[in-house]
């Protein structure tokens, strides 16, 4: 395969969601959007899993890459 095509259409803004009968969205986008001001405020990896703290972990060397690969 050498080209693959993107499409989007019938885009919203951000507060437009739907609807559902078992999650707290409200809560959620809440918990979203504190975590978006923290990585804006203090950077990309101030937010990880603690897995990606250990020797095998990937988020902190692939943070400083762009797309993962190198700049």
């Given at each position: 395969m050498r080209r693959v095509g993107v499409?989007?259409?019938?885009?919203s803004n951000a507060d437009t969601?739907?609807?559902?009968?078992?999650?707290?969205?409200?809560?959620k986008?809440?918990?979203?959007q504190?975590?978006?001001?923290?990585k804006d405020r203090?950077?990309?990896i101030a937010i990880l899993r603690a897995s990606s703290i250990t020797a095998a972990g990937q988020?902190?060397?692939r943070a400083s890459k762009i797309g993962g690969h190198y700049k």
């Open positions: 499409s989007l259409s019938q885009l969601y739907q609807l559902s009968l078992f999650d707290d969205q409200e809560h986008r809440a918990i979203d504190v975590m978006d001001d923290i203090f950077g990309d988020a902190i060397d």
